[in-house]
């Protein structure tokens, strides 16, 4: 059975509670992530997804200075290395959420998108060179 510590991503894009909206989107696009964990310290203190960004940008918010702290997920669910992607899935698909937190103990080790959990689910034909003909 596949794992989270299998097909996560151990470079998380990481912020602080403070910084504008603005300034952690632009790095988001940069890096090519869905979400940013907002770290307080050492600990998990929630995740701005595209969703979040969407909320605030649909406020009428000047996010060049409206902190993430104002539209992050706080406490977000979290899964363990050892979640099953059925389980993982179950729990993103229940919450309606679409990236995932990966901890051990406290320690952030990576996240896990629903794109990443339903690739690693998805089997390849046995034959990669058939094609599929309509009738």
Not at 22 to 40: L, N, P, Y
Not at 79 to 99: C, K, Q, S, V, Y
Not at 103 to 122: F, N, Q, T, Y
């Amino acid at each position: 059975m596949i794992q989270l510590g299998d097909i996560m991503t151990t470079k998380v894009l990481t912020t602080s509670a403070e910084r504008p909206v603005a300034e952690v989107t632009s790095t988001m696009v940069k890096a090519r992530v869905g979400s940013a964990v907002v770290m307080q310290g050492s600990w998990l203190a929630g995740i701005l997804t595209e969703r979040d960004v969407l909320r605030a940008a649909a406020s009428g918010s000047d996010l060049t200075k409206s902190p993430v702290s104002e539209w992050m997920t706080r406490n977000p669910i979290t899964a363990t290395p050892d979640t099953t992607i059925g389980e993982a899935a179950d729990m993103m698909l229940a919450n309606g959420f679409r990236h995932l937190p990966v901890m051990e103990g406290r320690e952030l080790k990576g996240v896990v998108s629903i794109r990443d959990v339903l690739a690693s689910g998805i089997r390849r034909p046995s034959n990669p060179s058939r094609s599929f003909q309509t009738p």
